[in-house]
């Protein structure tokens, strides 16, 4: 009874509390453009584990259900040669770093650097680890605090939405969230109306285009922007 008293209590305190603050806001990728939309809006103030990694949903679900021991370990890492540009893939979740280590040959797109990766990238190992362990206390701290969390993911099935959110329905059983699904196929017009689940349309065009109505409308409906 008390424990159930306590649970009540804190989920209380959890609503009050978002009706004042501005929830927060993860990508959750697959690529970078929700973490450039969050940042060019500036909802997106601190940088998260998969901001600007290539997350393939298997080895995101397998990352997330295993507590990030698994990520980033330098025995799976390896070179990645691209079309444009290189990166580091990491084998066993598929995960590809294009972001991280110094670039030959440096581009700039989208506001973001590019490029060809040195041969020697493991020398820069600990340095880019240690920038991951920083997100990964960051994230799951965010996880286990009394905020309201968007959680956004561009790319997956409603089977995959679902398996996510009862993933985090059981990893985090107080958090407070909502996720985001964004695809770009016309299929997905359909509203899924699942619990804690919303799932939005958005035109391939518009995706890096923070300004687009299809994201101010997301931002608004999830309360990550006040309409003007």
């Known amino acids: 009874m008390i424990f159930k008293k306590i649970i009540l209590f804190l989920l209380l305190f959890k609503l009050q509390l978002y009706g004042q603050n501005t929830p927060i806001a993860i990508s959750l990728g697959t690529v970078c453009p929700v973490a450039y939309v969050l940042r060019a809006q500036n909802i997106r103030t601190v940088a998260y584990p998969f901001d600007w990694v290539v997350v393939p949903f298997d080895g995101l679900y397998q990352t997330l259900e295993k507590d990030f021991s698994n990520f ?9 040669v691209g079309p444009e540009f290189d990166g580091i893939i990491d084998v066993e979740s598929n995960f590809v770093f294009f972001h991280d ?70 990893k985090y059983p107080l958090l407070d969230f909502i996720l985001v699904i964004i695809n770009d196929d016309v299929e997905n017009r359909i509203y899924w109306d699942e619990n804690l689940i919303l799932n939005y349309y958005m035109p391939p065009a518009n995706l890096w285009n923070s300004n687009s109505e299809d994201w101010l409308n997301i931002f608004y409906e999830t309360k990550l922007l006040q309409p003007q």
């Not at 980033?72 to 990645?80: A, E, G, I, V």
């Not at 969390?149 to 409603?158: D, E, F, N, Q, W």
């Open 72 to 80: 980033f370990q330098k025995k799976n890492l390896t070179m990645y």
């Open 101 to 170: 280590f110094p670039i030959l040959n440096r581009i700039r797109k989208d506001d973001v650097e590019s490029g060809k990766i040195p041969s020697n990238f493991m020398d820069f190992y600990d340095e880019v680890y240690d920038k991951y362990l920083r997100r990964i206390y960051r994230f799951s701290n965010a996880l286990n605090s009394f905020e309201k969390v968007i959680l956004i993911r561009y790319l997956a099935t409603k089977n995959e939405a679902i398996l996510l959110r009862d993933l985090f329905l059981s």
